[in-house]
């Protein structure tokens, strides 16, 4: 059979295709369809031929298969060091075969090639620092998604995921209006605590235009409000957009690279409509891969860079404590052991280790690193969309182990986690394995420890 | 023979293993795509070459990376295996009296025994580094007779260098054996995967600019490999 009504190599782009999937409880019916999925071999190979350039070929031709990626792979690690998890082996019998055999490859080639790259590997990246000949595993798996999602081979919770970019721009179907509407409710319901306090929305001209995750919003509006809390207290000058103001991308882990350009333009054009001097977003690592370092390539922009200079939370975090734009009352700093998640998409993918460090340094009296840190730390194991997948979330628990591991070795029960892929891994590890640890974002912790100067303080009746 | 092989059929290796190391570098630069690769090469190119310094730098030192010092047996085996397999038959005194009479140069010469001890290095460690990949469950199943052939042409030459040195038997079916199997050698680096030869510099250049320029190295001190 060829294209299922689900199921199939196009993607959403209508809500009535988008109702229709979210229709098909767990994508049950998604799935049955994706059995008699045929592959189109031709279209296949051609888009290899066109888009498997130098690079990737020569990664895929000199492995000299070492196997010294086997230890910085967590998914190894976790499943007892099964060979069948070794980075290099899982592209080489996936990638490395459909390039072998020209594309001429069948459906359950396909269906295997879907459940290696979205249920063994986070694209997480650690592998390609532990090659010698820096072969990056995790840009080939994300390549190869890429492939699959044009053949329809990939996990219903993305298509859907990629669809509500394309519809809302936005992971998630919210509106303009829900939006702005959001930013008020939260505005007005902070107000008594916080004399004066504000969501601009459309401010052309200010110093910061911020950015968000959709289920902030969606799902957790309280963190917004916390987010103009802190832009407050310490006198920024900000706005939000009424539009472009969702910075993650599912699509990028769907490797719908078309959704993925749809959604950073629609941020960029904010970007130029209001002029910000520059842009902050919020506490999410894939948000910031996927608009600042990876999103200008896909709108085609040839410097690589945003249209305004972009940062991620902890910087603007890390320069207004460093400036005293936020002062912490030494009083309330974190006195338990606390640990850092570095999340790998701004940390490893982005080279913010030490915005990281000077915050911890203002907030904690005792802070530990985790082992290995830094770049060199582990995926939460929540990383490349694994969170959401119900097809692969037996693998994600199990893959949870190393980052536990980790955690515990600290020997704090408290974790910073300035990401919601990591804040979610590490709260669903601890709902899995019960080892009795916290978890937070950076925004609740600073609320509760700085230094409010006295005409901010709501006046007393 | 000995005349053929150290003559035309030496200049013919030098030709493919020269051109074809050209080749594949010119091949490998024009193949990158900064829309593809989603690395905007040009417009940061002092960041890049920041980064395609640290990149190679740290993984030319013995123990320079984390990868390195994670894997200590490992890594001894590697450098101990490339040292010796590089610069024993650039400097070796028998290469160097050949190459001045075909083509009147010649370069600085290691001590006989040196050399000795260098080739034997490289025996001994191509030997563990053929049992590791059969030890190791995480090596063997990536493992393929590819992999057992090109170590057996890579070690062939120090092996019968080896024989032919100490005269074991018969000198002439070693050197013989030898200059073959190291024509071998020479024309098989371009051909195979061997050509990591050149590609390990590539690939860690193009890795580095990746991380100097687009993955933090604008904004942090570098990537600590």
Same mark, same amino acid.
């Given at each position: 059979?060829?294209?299922?009504?689900?199921?199939?190599?196009?993607?959403?782009?209508?809500?009535?295709?988008?109702?229709?999937?979210?229709?098909?409880?767990?994508?049950?019916?998604?799935?049955?369809?994706?059995?008699?999925?045929?592959?189109?071999?031709?279209?296949?190979?051609?888009?290899?031929?066109?888009?498997?350039?130098?690079?990737?070929?020569?990664?895929? /031709?000199?492995?000299?298969?070492?196997?010294?990626?086997?230890?910085?792979?967590?998914?190894?690690?976790?499943?007892?060091?099964?060979?069948?998890?070794?980075?290099?082996?899982?592209?080489?019998?996936?990638?490395? /075969?459909?390039?072998?055999?020209?594309?001429?490859?069948?459906?359950?080639?396909?269906?295997?090639?879907?459940?290696?790259?979205?249920?063994?590997?986070?694209?997480?990246?650690?592998?390609?620092?532990?090659?010698?000949?820096?072969?990056?595993?995790?840009?080939?798996?994300?390549?190869?998604?890429?492939?699959?999602?044009?053949?329809?081979?990939?996990?219903? /919770?993305?298509?859907?995921?990629?669809?509500?970019?394309?519809?809302?721009?936005?992971?998630?179907?919210?509106?303009?209006?829900?939006?702005?509407?959001?930013?008020?409710?939260?505005?007005?319901? !902070?107000?008594?605590?916080?004399?004066?306090?504000?969501?601009?929305?459309?401010?052309?001209?200010?110093?910061?235009?911020?950015?968000?995750?959709?289920?902030?919003?969606?799902?957790?509006?309280?963190?917004?409000?916390?987010?103009?809390?802190?832009?407050?207290?310490?006198?920024?000058?900000?706005?939000?957009?009424?539009?472009?103001?969702?910075?993650?991308?599912?699509?990028?882990?769907?490797?719908?690279?078309?959704?993925?350009?749809?959604?950073?333009?629609?941020?960029?054009?904010?970007?130029?409509?209001?002029?910000?001097?520059?842009?902050?977003?919020?506490?999410?690592?894939?948000? !910031?891969?996927?608009?600042?370092?990876?999103?200008?390539?896909?709108?085609?922009?040839?410097?690589?860079?945003?249209?305004?200079?972009?940062?991620? !939370?902890?910087?603007?975090?890390?320069?207004?404590?460093?400036?005293?734009?936020?002062?912490?009352?030494?009083?309330?700093?974190?006195?338990?052991?606390?640990?850092?998640?570095?999340?790998?998409?701004?940390?490893?993918?982005?080279?913010?280790?030490?915005?990281?460090?000077?915050?911890?340094?203002?907030?904690? /009296?005792?802070?530990?690193?985790?082992?290995?840190?830094?770049?060199?730390?582990?995926?939460?194991?929540?990383?490349?969309?694994?969170?959401?997948?119900?097809?692969?979330?037996?693998?994600?628990?199990?893959?949870?182990?190393?980052?536990?591991?980790?955690?515990?070795?600290?020997?704090?029960?408290?974790?910073?986690?300035?990401?919601?892929?990591?804040?979610?891994?590490?709260?669903?590890?601890?709902?899995?394995?019960?080892?009795?640890?916290?978890?937070?974002?950076?925004?609740?912790?600073?609320?509760?420890?700085?230094?409010?100067?006295?005409?901010?303080?709501?006046?007393?009746? | 023979?000995?005349?053929?092989?150290?003559?035309?059929?030496?200049?013919?290796?030098?030709?493919?293993?020269?051109?074809?190391?050209?080749?594949?570098?010119?091949?490998?630069?024009?193949?990158?795509?900064?829309?593809?690769?989603?690395?905007?090469?040009?417009?940061?190119?002092?960041? &890049?070459?920041?980064?395609?310094?640290?990149?190679?730098?740290?993984?030319?030192?013995?123990?320079?990376?984390?990868?390195?010092?994670?894997?200590?047996?490992?890594?001894?085996?590697?450098?101990?295996?490339?040292?010796?397999?590089?610069?024993?038959?650039?400097?070796?005194?028998?290469?160097?009296?050949?190459?001045?009479?075909?083509?009147?140069?010649?370069?600085?010469?290691?001590?006989?025994?040196?050399?000795?001890?260098?080739?034997?290095?490289?025996?001994?460690?191509?030997?563990?580094?053929?049992?590791?990949?059969?030890?190791?469950?995480?090596?063997?199943?990536?493992?393929?007779?590819?992999?057992?052939?090109?170590?057996?042409?890579?070690?062939?030459?120090?092996?019968?260098?080896?024989?032919?040195?100490?005269?074991?038997?018969?000198?002439?079916?070693?050197?013989?054996?030898?200059?073959?199997?190291?024509?071998?050698?020479?024309?098989?680096?371009?051909?195979?995967?061997?050509?990591?030869?050149?590609?390990?510099?590539?690939?860690?250049?193009?890795?580095?600019?990746?991380?100097?320029?687009?993955? &933090?190295?604008?904004? &942090?001190?570098?990537?600590?490999?």
């Amino acid at each position: 059979m060829p294209e299922g009504k689900l199921c199939n190599r196009t993607p959403v782009n209508t809500e009535e295709q988008l109702h229709a999937l979210l229709a098909d409880k767990s994508g049950k019916q998604y799935y049955e369809e994706m059995n008699h999925l045929n592959v189109d071999t031709k279209a296949l190979w051609a888009t290899i031929q066109k888009t498997l350039k130098s690079r990737l070929k020569t990664w895929l /031709e000199i492995c000299a298969h070492c196997g010294m990626c086997a230890d910085s792979c967590f998914f190894y690690l976790a499943n007892k060091k099964d060979p069948k998890q070794v980075p290099s082996y899982k592209i080489q019998s996936t990638l490395g /075969e459909l390039v072998r055999r020209k594309g001429q490859v069948d459906n359950a080639f396909m269906q295997k090639v879907m459940d290696v790259a979205w249920g063994k590997c986070t694209c997480c990246n650690r592998c390609g620092m532990y090659c010698p000949f820096g072969i990056d595993m995790g840009v080939m798996f994300s390549y190869l998604r890429g492939l699959c999602h044009s053949q329809g081979f990939i996990p219903w /919770e993305l298509k859907i995921g990629a669809g509500m970019h394309r519809i809302y721009r936005a992971q998630m179907d919210i509106t303009t209006e829900d939006w702005v509407d959001t930013c008020e409710w939260m505005a007005e319901e !902070y107000e008594d605590d916080w004399p004066g306090l504000t969501i601009p929305v459309d401010v052309a001209g200010a110093d910061i235009m911020y950015t968000v995750n959709a289920r902030e919003p969606k799902h957790y509006p309280e963190d917004l409000a916390e987010a103009a809390i802190l832009f407050h207290v310490a006198g920024e000058n900000w706005t939000v957009p009424s539009e472009g103001w969702e910075e993650t991308s599912l699509a990028m882990f769907a490797g719908d690279w078309e959704a993925c350009k749809l959604q950073v333009e629609s941020v960029y054009d904010a970007m130029k409509r209001l002029q910000a001097k520059r842009m902050v977003v919020t506490e999410c690592g894939h948000a !910031y891969r996927a608009t600042v370092i990876e999103g200008p390539y896909w709108a085609g922009l040839p410097n690589g860079q945003t249209p305004i200079p972009s940062f991620h !939370y902890v910087e603007w975090v890390a320069e207004a404590l460093k400036s005293g734009k936020l002062k912490i009352d030494p009083a309330k700093k974190i006195k338990e052991p606390v640990t850092y998640q570095d999340s790998c998409n701004y940390i490893r993918n982005a080279g913010l280790k030490d915005a990281a460090r000077t915050i911890m340094s203002y907030i904690a /009296e005792d802070f530990r690193e985790m082992s290995p840190c830094k770049e060199h730390n582990f995926c939460c194991g929540g990383g490349g969309g694994m969170n959401g997948l119900g097809r692969y979330r037996k693998e994600r628990n199990n893959g949870l182990k190393v980052k536990r591991d980790q955690i515990l070795a600290t020997g704090s029960n408290l974790v910073v986690a300035p990401c919601h892929n990591c804040w979610d891994a590490i709260r669903d590890l601890e709902e899995v394995y019960r080892v009795g640890i916290r978890w937070s974002f950076l925004k609740p912790l600073l609320i509760s420890m700085i230094e409010v100067p006295e005409h901010l303080k709501p006046k007393e009746e | 023979m000995y005349e053929f092989l150290t003559g035309p059929m030496l200049i013919l290796t030098f030709v493919i293993f020269f051109i074809g190391i050209i080749w594949r570098t010119i091949w490998y630069f024009r193949g990158l795509s900064w829309q593809l690769d989603r690395v905007a090469y040009k417009p940061h190119l002092s960041y &890049g070459i920041k980064g395609a310094l640290r990149s190679v730098i740290f993984w030319l030192l013995p123990f320079g990376t984390r990868s390195w010092r994670f894997y200590p047996g490992t890594t001894l085996l590697v450098f101990a295996f490339h040292i010796g397999l590089l610069f024993t038959p650039v400097f070796l005194k028998a290469h160097n009296i050949i190459l001045n009479e075909r083509f009147g140069i010649s370069l600085p010469t290691l001590p006989e025994g040196l050399a000795d001890a260098l080739t034997l290095m490289v025996i001994i460690s191509a030997f563990f580094l053929l049992l590791r990949r059969i030890a190791y469950p995480q090596h063997r199943i990536i493992t393929t007779a590819y992999d057992y052939l090109l170590l057996l042409i890579a070690a062939a030459p120090f092996i019968t260098g080896f024989m032919a040195f100490h005269q074991v038997l018969n000198y002439q079916f070693w050197l013989i054996a030898h200059i073959i199997s190291g024509e071998v050698f020479l024309v098989a680096i371009p051909l195979t995967k061997l050509s990591h030869f050149i590609g390990f510099f590539l690939s860690r250049i193009q890795l580095g600019m990746d991380y100097g320029i687009k993955r &933090g190295g604008m904004k &942090g001190k570098g990537m600590a490999w």
